[in-house]
């Protein structure tokens, strides 16, 4: 599932491909994929020109002026699960579950949005209903002062690990990248936000920084769909620590590493350089640590 990193590799893509393109025609295939009326969003955005692109946490937004110098319209991009954007010559063959076509300039070429799986969304709208949207989410993961940080932590008693994931504490982060970090900083998915040390949660700050920063310099990591605006997967899966990695050795301590599975969603982590700490966030359901027999090399 794309998360800051994978947005923000398409947002250069788009920014490298549509910037100041004029949207000739929308075409609306499933109308499944757009939030409000599909005719509405092919109307609100023909003829207008890709003035510049904004992101915070996964949302992305396409700044679209008018020729006659009114009011700007946003087209506002989630990707779900398994959305693609892709600019493509407008001969090219049209993939399965391409869902909306926008074509550019004299048509030659088009922005295509794909989605398999149809948990993305597209949707045009004012600069008010983004902001209302934007105003939604906690501070973009990138871009969050560690003062911040430090404060949506204070007093919090659910798992770091959903903490992470919580787009109103910290915009951006997913599973792959809330593990990573996790890892990086030595912190046990369990462990609770409010009660994590300063030294920590100044580690887990770095590592969130520095596991985005790397993803985004290797064009994400590529899991189910995800591709970057030329088609093309991103480069940061071998790079990988913890992350679907059960049973393997930790590339720190050679230790096996164990998922968990916490609110629905699994963990994964290093038992050795992420010990359990003595006061663990309280989990409802049943608890589950999963251990495989796979062999690991001396
Ligand atoms: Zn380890």
Redesign the pocket.
Same mark, same amino acid.
């Given at each position: 599932m794309p998360e800051l990193p994978e947005v923000e590799t398409v947002l250069r893509g788009l920014r490298a491909r549509a910037l100041g393109r004029r949207v000739r025609e929308v075409e609306v295939r499933h109308p499944g994929a757009i939030a409000g009326n599909a005719e509405d969003f092919a109307r609100n955005m023909e003829g207008r020109v890709v003035q510049s692109l904004e992101r915070k946490g996964k949302a992305l937004a396409v700044k679209l002026a008018a020729e006659d110098h009114g009011p700007p319209h946003y087209l506002l991009i989630r990707l779900g699960m398994t959305g693609q954007l892709t600019v493509n010559p407008a001969d090219a063959p049209l993939e399965t579950h391409t869902h909306v076509r926008l074509s550019l300039d004299d048509g030659n070429e088009e922005v295509r949005f794909r989605d398999p799986r149809r948990f993305g969304r597209l949707r045009c709208c004012t600069q008010t209903e983004l902001e209302a949207i934007f105003g939604k989410l906690g501070p973009d993961a990138q871009l969050i002062t560690e003062a911040q940080f430090r404060a949506a932590m204070r007093g919090r008693k659910g798992a770091l690990k959903s903490w992470l994931m919580n787009q109103q504490m910290l915009a951006g982060l997913g599973n792959i990248y809330a593990d990573e970090a996790l890892f990086i900083a030595r912190i046990h998915p369990l462990a609770q936000p409010g009660r994590v040390s300063a030294e920590k949660a100044r580690a887990l700050y770095k590592a969130v920084k520095r596991v985005l920063d790397r993803a985004v310099a290797s064009q994400g990591t590529s899991f189910s769909d995800y591709v970057d605006i030329e088609g093309q997967p991103g480069n940061y899966s071998p790079r990988l620590r913890v992350y679907q990695r059960t049973g393997e050795a $930790?590339r +720190? $301590?050679k230790?096996a590493i164990r998922r968990l599975v916490i609110a629905g969603r699994s963990s994964h982590f $290093?038992p +050795? $350089?992420q010990p359990r700490p003595r006061q663990v966030a309280r989990m409802r359901g049943p608890r589950k640590t999963l251990r495989t027999k796979k062999r690991i090399p001396a």
């Open positions: $930790c +720190r $301590c230790q $290093c +050795r $350089c």
